[in-house]
C-alpha cells in the first residue's frame, strides 16, 4: 500500500516567502536557505524583518490568502488519490500552510508552528520536530507503507533518500547536479509518469 | 499540534458488512467480532460465504457506493480539519473504504487490502500491520503531535488508551460500560464539544 509524502512550497504551491517579499516589497524576505544555510538563524532574521515592518501575522496571512495553488496541482493531487494515500510534509507552519493547502483539498498536512503575542506578531518559531520530513517517511515504512516522495529543494533530501522511491520536482540546478540519483521531473504529467511506473499502473 | 484519528465505519459510515449482508441477504455476513471474536476466523468465514454464493468483490464494490456516510458525519469532518490534522484509521480494506471515504472528501485513509483472483474473487485479506490503530496513534505521538482518537467498539480501544485523548462515539452497551473511562458521544454535536472542550476553542 502506497503513501506520496510531498513537499508543498515548489511542488504544489509557489514559495510562500517569496509572495510575502514580492507584496511587501521587502526584498530582505527572499533570503531562502541558499543565501542563510542556518535556517534557525535565517528564521530568526525574517521574524525580525517582519516585526520591523510592524507585519503582523494576519496580514501575512491576508497575503497568503491571494496565493493560488500551482496551476495543474490539485488535478494532479486529486488522481494520486485514486492510487495512493497523500501525506503533505512541510517546514512550514500551520498558520502559513493550512488556508492554502486547503484550497487544493482536505489533504493532511504535517508541519511546525509558530508563536504569536497578543497583538497578532510573530515572536519565534518552533519545530514540531527535528528532520520531520525524513523521520515522517521512516515511521510510514516501519508501517509497512511503500513512500514515494516528491520534493525540489535540499531540505527535501533526506526524505527522498528515506522513502522507496524520491522524485525530484523542478530543482533548482545545484540540487538536480548534487543528487542525480532521483529522478527530475518539471510537469506534472512527467510526476504522473514516473508515478504510474512505480505503481504499475 | 493536534491529529484526529477516526475509525471509520459506526462514526462516519454505516457498518459496511450488515450493508452487504442485507443487499445480499446473506445473514451470516452480518456476524461481527461480537459473534466470532478471532477476527481472522471471522474473516475467512465471511471470504467463504461470499465465494459460497458467486459475489465478487466487483459486486460487493457496487453495494458500498451506493452506501452514504453517516448524516452530519461530512459536516464534522469539514469543521474539525479546521482545528487538527485528521487520519481515519480502519481494520476494514482499501478495496472497500476507499470509495466511501472519498464521497467524505480527501482525507487520509490508513487501512489493510484483500487478494483476489483473477476473476475478481476475494481469495484473502492482508493485514498491512499487526494493531494498526494502536501503532499509528504511538507512531503519530512521538512525532509530538497530540492525538484525539474516536472509535466505536472493542478494536479501537487501543487506540482511544494510547492516544492523549479518547471518545467513545455510539459504542456499544457493552463496550460502554467495560470501557466507562472514555466520555461516550452519541451525536456529532456532543462529538464537537468534547474535542472543543480538548482544543480549548
Known amino acids: 500500500m502506497f503513501v506520496?509524502?510531498?513537499?508543498?512550497?515548489?511542488?504544489?504551491?509557489?514559495?510562500?516567502?517569496?509572495?510575502?517579499a514580492e507584496y511587501t516589497k521587502i526584498e530582505n524576505l527572499k533570503l531562502t536557505t541558499r543565501d542563510e544555510p542556518d535556517y534557525d538563524k535565517l528564521m530568526k532574521r525574517r521574524i525580525k524583518i517582519l516585526n520591523e515592518n510592524d507585519i503582523s501575522l494576519n496580514q501575512i496571512q491576508k497575503i497568503i490568502k491571494?496565493?493560488?495553488?500551482?496551476?495543474?496541482?490539485?488535478?494532479?493531487?486529486?488522481?494520486?488519490?485514486?492510487?495512493?494515500?497523500?501525506?503533505?510534509?512541510?517546514?512550514?507552519?500551520?498558520?502559513?500552510?493550512?488556508?492554502?493547502?486547503?484550497?487544493?483539498?482536505?489533504?493532511?498536512?504535517?508541519?511546525?508552528?509558530?508563536?504569536?503575542?497578543?497583538?497578532?506578531?510573530?515572536?519565534?518559531?518552533?519545530?514540531?520536530?527535528?528532520?520531520m520530513k525524513k523521520i515522517t517517511t521512516r515511521k510510514l515504512k516501519e508501517m509497512n507503507?511503500?513512500?514515494?516522495?516528491?520534493?525540489?529543494?535540499?531540505?527535501?533530501?533526506?526524505?527522498?533518500?528515506?522513502a522507496d522511491f524520491g522524485i525530484l520536482f523542478r530543482p533548482p540546478k545545484n540540487v538536480?547536479?548534487?543528487?542525480?540519483?532521483?529522478?527530475?521531473?518539471?510537469?506534472?504529467?512527467?510526476l504522473k509518469d514516473q508515478i504510474k511506473r512505480i505503481l504499475e499502473i
Open 4 to 20: 506520496t509524502c510531498l513537499d508543498l512550497e515548489g511542488v504544489l504551491i509557489p514559495e510562500i516567502w517569496i509572495n510575502i
Open 176 to 190: 538536480s547536479e548534487e543528487f542525480s540519483q532521483f529522478p527530475i521531473v518539471t510537469e506534472y504529467l512527467e
Open 66 to 131: 491571494g496565493m493560488s495553488p500551482l496551476p495543474g496541482s490539485k488535478e494532479f493531487l486529486r488522481w494520486l488519490h485514486n492510487y495512493s494515500e497523500i501525506l503533505i510534509l512541510t517546514d512550514s507552519f500551520i498558520e502559513f500552510a493550512k488556508p492554502v493547502v486547503r484550497a487544493l483539498g482536505d489533504y493532511t498536512l504535517f508541519c511546525h508552528n509558530l508563536e504569536t503575542d497578543e497583538e497578532g506578531k510573530i515572536t519565534n518559531y518552533s519545530l514540531r520536530l527535528q528532520n
Open 145 to 162: 507503507f511503500n513512500v514515494i516522495a516528491v520534493g525540489d529543494s535540499y531540505n527535501d533530501i533526506e526524505m527522498l533518500k528515506e
